[in-house]
């Protein structure tokens, strides 16, 4: 078998998922300090996901669930990967264009249908202005995540996981120059994101024709891999499908209060930043690897993998969630308040990352989870599930909403994701040994628990002593230093103290991966 190195390429996609992450909580620090919670925030925010949405149903999502198990295959079985890719990436830009243009007409009705909170004052007009600029990003970051697909599936992480790293760069820089020159903020910010696109695109397209991975554009065409591709996407299409519907949800019932839109995202962007690092990490290199395992009928090794995902998972976000349940306020107060974010902002969207911090867990097992039934082409079972969790979804955040308010939605997305996480956990049962995790994940996986709790007791009592100095203008990014620094030091030793990791594991996979 032509082998993947599971926490080698784990730890590459890591790497530039945490970079591409931290600039993007730099973007977040820059558009609340030079925009701020308000009217232009939501419209910007809800204009943006429109595209990242319909990406995520089609591209990241749906297609790449369908395409990179298929591609996998091909290529561990030297059959014709390349035309397979080809007729794929003209496919899907065929789609895609169709989708571009009906939205650009559409878009007062795609605002309605996504935000109707919004219809009754300027947030309004000001997202379908800003939809019509961004919306076309989706072309170029979809025809990106192909490319992304096969390069994965081959072996190669680097520049897909790097590519991801452009569009924060063009942003920031953009929204400092604007703010530099005197020019509008948002509309520096607006116009940048097809450009950065159009970026991303290209470093992946060049990366792919080195590794081997020749695509040109041609006439879409139905041939029977194609037919095949699309009988394994149209279920987990619909099952992108759902769970955007659970983000609209949210949405929907955030729009009704006065800056929830804008506070939500905050939030949802601190813990995107362990999900991205680790979860989107572990589900970019274990689909591919579980595809070839089960070609070659290896087992033992796909269980292995399976296992080690995740260990390393649980290893790295349990402490991340305590982490973000603990210290929510000092992170967002030292990272967002500036500007025009002020103290009660941050108290806010606080208590949105904590809620958050609750279901991280689970959004980082469902990425570890689903490559099973990926893997098979099975996408219709994801698909049940993803149903029960859009109920559960919508009846927590519609439900809870007259009476929590805007924190709603936040509730009902941590609830639904551990939802799934059960319905996957024994769904996968059937699948027999493999989807099984062995003994070494069973010994660590409550030790890692517990030294995660012992980190945040040691969190709290650092807080408490460095109180006053988080209180300070200058002082609290020297204490926010401290502060995490103190908590990675708890962890590790009470991690190596219980028995939940060994400091050697992490420090071979770095020599793997370093040869």
């Given at each position: 078998m032509k082998p993947i190195r599971l926490i080698s390429g784990i730890l590459t996609v890591g790497f530039w998922t945490l970079a591409s992450r931290v600039l993007g909580v730099v973007r977040e620090i820059l558009i609340l300090a030079y925009i701020g919670p308000g009217p232009v925030m939501d419209a910007f925010v809800a204009a943006f996901r429109l595209p990242n949405m319909f990406r995520r149903f089609f591209a990241e999502g749906a297609f790449n669930a369908a395409f990179v198990p298929i591609f996998s295959k091909k290529y561990e079985g030297d059959e014709d990967a390349l035309a397979f890719a080809r007729d794929a990436m003209n496919g899907l830009a065929f789609v895609l264009m169709v989708i571009t243009g009906l939205a650009l007409v559409f878009m007062p009705a795609l605002v309605w249908a996504t935000a109707e909170g919004f219809t009754e004052d300027a947030r309004f007009g000001l997202t379908v202005g800003y939809g019509r600029v961004i919306f076309p990003y989706i072309l170029f970051i979809s025809l990106a995540a192909l490319f992304s697909g096969a390069l994965n599936a081959t072996g190669h992480f680097a520049a897909a996981a790097a590519a991801p790293v452009l569009l924060n760069i063009f942003v920031i820089i953009a929204m400092i120059a604007g703010a530099v020159i005197g020019?509008?903020?948002?509309?520096?910010?607006?116009?940048?994101?097809?450009?950065?696109?159009?970026?991303?695109?290209?470093?992946?397209?060049?990366?792919?024709?080195?590794?081997?991975?020749?695509?040109?554009?041609?006439?879409?065409?139905?041939?029977?891999?194609?037919?095949?591709?699309?009988?394994?996407?149209?279920?987990?299409?619909?099952?992108?499908?759902?769970?955007?519907?659970?983000?609209?949800?949210?949405?929907?019932?955030?729009?009704?209060?006065?800056?929830?839109?804008?506070?939500?995202?905050?939030?949802?962007?601190?813990?995107?930043?362990?999900?991205?690092?680790?979860?989107?990490?572990?589900?970019?290199?274990?689909?591919?690897?579980?595809?070839?395992?089960?070609?070659?009928?290896?087992?033992?090794?796909?269980?292995?993998?399976?296992?080690?995902?995740?260990?390393?998972?649980?290893?790295?976000?349990?402490?991340?969630?305590?982490?973000?349940?603990?210290?929510?306020?000092?992170?967002?107060?030292?990272?967002?308040?500036?500007?025009?974010?002020?103290?009660?902002?941050?108290?806010a969207i606080a208590v949105a990352v904590a809620i958050y911090g609750l279901g991280l867990p689970a959004f980082v097992l469902q990425k570890v989870l689903q490559p099973l039934f990926f893997a098979r082409e099975d996408t219709r079972t994801p698909f049940r599930y993803a149903l029960w969790s859009m109920v559960v979804n919508a009846v927590l955040a519609v439900g809870l909403a007259p009476v929590?308010?805007?924190?709603?939605?936040?509730?009902?997305?941590?609830?639904?994701?551990?939802?799934m996480v059960v319905m996957l956990g024994l769904g996968g049962r059937r699948?027999?040994?493999?989807?099984?995790?062995?003994?070494?994940?069973?010994?660590?996986?409550?030790?890692?628990?517990?030294?995660?709790?012992?980190?945040?007791?040691?969190?709290?009592?650092?807080?408490?002593?460095?109180?006053?100095?988080?209180?300070?203008?200058?002082?609290?990014?020297?204490?926010?230093?401290?502060?995490?620094?103190?908590?990675?030091?708890?962890?590790?030793?009470?991690?190596?103290?219980?028995?939940a990791f060994r400091l050697s594991d992490f420090r071979a996979a770095f020599r793997r991966n370093a040869n």
């Open positions: 020019g509008e903020v948002i509309l520096w910010l607006v116009w940048t994101i097809p450009f950065a696109g159009v970026a991303q695109l290209a470093l992946v397209w060049i990366a792919a024709e080195r590794a081997g991975v020749r695509v040109r554009p041609a006439r879409p065409r139905l041939t029977p891999d194609m037919t095949r591709l699309v009988r394994v996407a149209v279920p987990a299409a619909l099952a992108g499908g759902v769970m955007q519907v659970n983000l609209l949800v949210g949405q929907q019932v955030a729009s009704q209060f006065d800056k929830a839109v804008g506070w939500l995202y905050a939030a949802d962007r601190l813990y995107q930043l362990p999900l991205g690092v680790v979860g989107i990490a572990v589900g970019i290199v274990l689909l591919p690897d579980l595809s070839r395992r089960l070609e070659a009928e290896d087992d033992a090794g796909a269980r292995h993998a399976f296992s080690r995902a995740g260990e390393i998972s649980l290893a790295l976000t349990v402490p991340a969630a305590v982490a973000l349940i603990v210290i929510p306020l000092p992170v967002v107060s030292v990272l967002f308040e500036r500007g025009a974010t002020g103290p009660a902002d941050s108290a929590l308010g805007w924190i709603a939605p936040a509730i009902a997305t941590s609830a639904a994701g551990w939802v699948l027999g040994e493999v989807a099984h995790f062995d003994d070494r994940f069973r010994r660590r996986a409550w030790r890692i628990c517990l030294a995660s709790v012992l980190m945040g007791v040691a969190l709290w009592g650092t807080m408490l002593a460095l109180g006053p100095l988080l209180s300070l203008n200058y002082w609290r990014y020297l204490a926010l230093v401290l502060l995490i620094g103190a908590g990675l030091l708890a962890y590790a030793l009470a991690g190596q103290a219980v028995g």
